[in-house]
């Protein structure tokens, strides 16, 4: 599949935002001690809306009519991306319910309830947009039980590296060795089965071949001999991207460099300097959102589309 | 509504026979004038005639061949009716078998393009289980191209929305054509009438009784999405070695009128 920017700009971006909102949920309500600073709460979830809003809009850069986008909402019965749109939207409503509390404009005892059911939500929308790729028989590799768990855990690994700096900087005499330890293990997790899906389907012949493509009996052998156009079409730009698996390797390795290794030692050269402001946390951030968006582009431009069968030259 | 017809009262759709098709590409050509034309152009082409032409088509014909060294199995019993084998090509050495392949949509029963549309611009029709897209409704976000295998959707760069073949329901339904031109463009443009349109829901149509007489193959079946249209494979290709032809003719010379006998006879000399 083509890796398209925005495609991948909306699924990280938002995802950091949502993984941010489903820590903060938790953790406004029912965190006590040490007691967290006023100002974190409100910066941590405007930072999180602003960061799915600058999703969202990703994702509509990449339509064709984007005036057109609210219709996206209607068809929640049957389409995992209408079934988006509509979370996605109200969202918005717990995550505003918290932020008017943490304003000062609510009762602070609504947390109590407002910030699980903006976690829950949040949580919702993640996978909902992981059904959207999970639900497509057309992608054998996508059709894998494990990229429902590797979005919400992508997110959440997001969500916890980015909340480091923005408590570190609301709260610089905490250690923070407990939320550090969170977000390695999330980051560490998410990598991890990334890497077992990665090896699971790296050999398998996900394709049918062209002879039963085009309803030859099973044993016939059937190639390419003269393409349908001289030139790309939509199909093959959009659907038959194919390159290196030398290249996807090395963008693999680079992706668990940055997001796992570099971003878990950065995470733990910071924690270990006890206190004061400290800059490891923002750069653990901007490697671990690195590697995420390598692996990111990697999970579609690995994806095998069906209808590939029909172009290859083998 | 992108919720699917329970149940379609027809089930039209092509009968596209592999055999007969000879790859010209006419099905193809004669659909983009149509469509550029009828009530659901144009289809846009950018930089025609540039470096780098590219346009949406509803119709693509590939071209293959079947490698005539490995022996064939009879068919499984889930990919066709009967158990006959269908030797496609002689034993190896002999020349491979060139297949042409027109490819359009199949107008699926479970068309999961139909079903991911999230804004409800694509349908397919209870009456006639044709599946069109409302270019009025369409937001572009190319997911319906994504789940359908076949690559039938195309997305048209100008316009912004997708496009697909409508199985010329603008030509089919139309009263003010001859009741013979109301048929797809593509059926009647092949030259070799490899093509037929009909009502696969009626057991009794041609296209029914064609299918079921020649194996007529649903493609993919195992995705799931039940498509409409079906393909006759093609049919047994002589096993044996070639007789040549006699070389040399055999002529009655007590049937031929008289001045040709003597012509013939001059000639022979």
Redesign the interface.
């Known amino acids: ?1 083509n890796p398209a920017l925005s495609v991948i700009a909306f699924t990280t971006l938002s995802g950091a935002g949502y993984g941010l909102m489903i820590w903060l949920g938790i953790l406004l309500p029912f965190h006590r001690q040490p007691p967290l600073p006023p100002q974190f709460g409100w910066v941590a979830l405007v930072l999180a809306m602003a960061l799915v809003t600058v999703g969202l809009l990703a994702s509509l850069a ?5 005036e ?2 609210w ?5 929640w ?6 079934r988006e ?1 509509v979370a996605a939207v109200w969202c918005f409503v717990p995550a505003l319910g918290v932020l008017a509390v943490l304003l000062g404009y609510a009762p602070v005892g609504w947390l109590v309830w407002l910030g699980p059911l903006m976690s829950l939500s949040a949580l919702i929308t993640v996978l909902c947009t992981a059904m ?1 790729y999970a ?5 054998p590799q996508w059709r894998d039980w494990r990229v429902l768990p590797q979005y919400a855990l992508f997110a959440l690994a997001s969500g916890a590296v980015l909340l480091l700096p923005i408590l570190n900087w609301a709260a610089p005499e905490l250690a923070l060795k407990m939320p550090t330890t969170t977000a390695q293990a999330a980051l560490l997790i998410a990598f991890a089965m990334r890497y077992w899906q990665r090896r699971q389907w790296r050999d398998v012949e996900t394709a ?1 071949s ?20 001289t ?5 093959t730009k ?2 038959v991207f194919r390159f290196a698996r030398k290249h996807a390797d090395t963008m693999f390795f680079t992706a668990l460099l940055l997001g796992a290794a570099a971003a878990g030692g950065l995470l733990e050269m910071a924690s270990n300097q006890g206190s004061g402001l400290r800059f490891g946390f923002a750069f653990a951030a901007l490697c671990a959102y690195a590697g995420i968006f390598l692996e990111r582009w990697l999970f579609f431009a690995e994806a095998r ?3 590939s069968v ?2 290859e030259r083998r | 509504m992108t919720a699917l017809p329970a149940q379609t009262t027809k089930k039209l759709g092509l009968l596209i026979d592999l055999d007969i098709c000879v790859g010209c590409h006419a099905c193809a050509v004669v659909c983009k004038e149509w469509n550029d034309g009828g009530q659901f152009g144009p289809l846009t082409d950018n930089d025609s005639y540039g470096a780098k032409p590219a346009g949406v088509w509803f119709n693509r014909v590939h071209s293959y061949t079947v490698d005539p060294s490995v022996p064939l199995e009879p068919l499984e019993p889930a990919r066709a009716c009967g158990d006959k084998a269908i030797p496609i090509s002689g034993p190896a050495g002999r020349l491979g078998l060139s297949l042409h392949f027109p490819r359009s949509c199949l107008h699926c029963e479970h068309a999961a393009c139909v079903t991911v549309c999230p804004t409800g611009a694509s349908y397919k029709r209870a009456e006639d289980g044709i599946v069109l897209v409302d270019y009025d409704k369409c937001i572009g976000c190319k997911l319906c191209s994504w789940a359908c295998p076949y690559g039938a959707r195309e997305y048209d760069e100008t316009q912004g929305v997708m496009k697909k073949c409508t199985l010329c329901v603008d030509r089919i339904y139309n009263t003010t054509l001859a009741k013979e031109d109301q048929q797809p463009a593509c059926v009647l443009a092949c030259p070799t009438g490899a093509r037929l349109f009909g009502d696969f829901a009626d057991p009794d149509s041609v296209v029914s009784q064609r299918s079921r007489e020649r194996d007529g193959q649903a493609l993919l079946p195992e995705l799931g999405y039940a498509p409409t249209n079906r393909y006759l494979p093609p049919r047994p290709r002589r096993d044996g070695p070639d007789t040549p032809a006699k070389p040399s003719e055999s002529l009655d010379h007590q049937e031929l009128p008289s001045v040709l006998r003597w012509l013939d006879r001059v000639l022979s000399r």
């Open positions: 599949m990449h339509l064709g009519h984007p057109r986008a219709r996206a909402l209607s068809q019965r049957t389409s995992w991306l209408s749109g959207i639900s497509l028989k057309t992608v049918p062209l002879a039963a493509a085009v309803g030859l009996p099973g044993a016939a052998r059937a190639r390419v001999f003269e393409g349908a156009h030139e790309a079409s939509f199909i959009e659907m589309h069906v209808v029909y172009f």
